[in-house]
């Protein structure tokens, strides 16, 4: 993927447009109650995301720790930089929170690992590519550096509570500076947070059809 040269845009507020829902974002400092270990490897801003009513309902960091081990790749895979299993941002719920499955999430902080969905019967049909993120207490995750295992993200996230795999949604990003809200065709609403030198477009409002 093509490298930004700029990543951060200029003031504290910046309203996402009317296809956004009115969601909006401000920008925030370091995660200061979360692992240290977490936050070393994240960017020192993130991003609050006010819903409609002004409410702030999340706050997101990415990461700025450049990954180690070989990046994803093949049929489905639209993120050729990111290694599977590696973490790629930090998110603080503020309130009570839903997954793309619609499965209850408390508020609290949890870790996103990319991941991808499994070729398999179960999954068809789930989304157009294979990309996702795992979420799991960030209390929990013990080894943020590490790229994870398929089966060690799965078991990890059983600590959120629910019967499947808590997840979100991964997009390509719609343009070429992060932050940026926008919605794609699924009516999801999409942030394009910094990941390192690039950018990883995250649901942050919507769920999955199926």
Request: no cysteine; aromatic share 10%.
């Amino acid at each position: 993927m093509k490298h930004l040269a700029h990543l951060w845009v200029l003031g504290l507020a910046v309203a996402a447009s009317l296809a956004g829902a009115d969601f909006s974002y401000e920008k925030v400092g370091a995660p200061t109650e979360a692992p240290a270990a977490i936050t070393a490897l994240l960017h020192e801003e993130g991003y609050a995301i006010k819903d409609p009513d002004g409410a702030v309902i999340a706050r997101y960091w990415g990461r700025k720790a450049a990954f180690e081990g070989e990046p994803s790749a093949g049929f489905g895979i639209r993120y050729d930089f990111i290694p599977e299993g590696a973490l790629i941002a930090l998110v603080e719920f503020t309130s009570e929170h839903s997954d793309f499955r619609e499965q209850q999430v408390a508020p609290g902080w949890y870790t996103l690992r990319y991941t991808l969905h499994p070729e398999d019967g179960n999954h068809m049909g789930v989304a157009p590519s294979r990309d996702f993120a795992v979420l799991s207490p960030a209390d929990k995750d013990a080894e943020p550096a590490r790229n994870y295992k398929f089966d060690e993200m799965v078991e990890l996230t059983k600590a959120v509570g629910n019967p499947h795999p808590t997840i979100a949604r991964v997009e390509l990003p719609e343009g070429n500076e992060a932050p940026n809200l926008w919605v794609n065709d699924y009516e999801l609403v999409v942030l394009d947070l910094p990941v390192i030198d690039d950018m990883v477009g995250i649901v942050i409002h919507g769920h999955s059809e199926e």
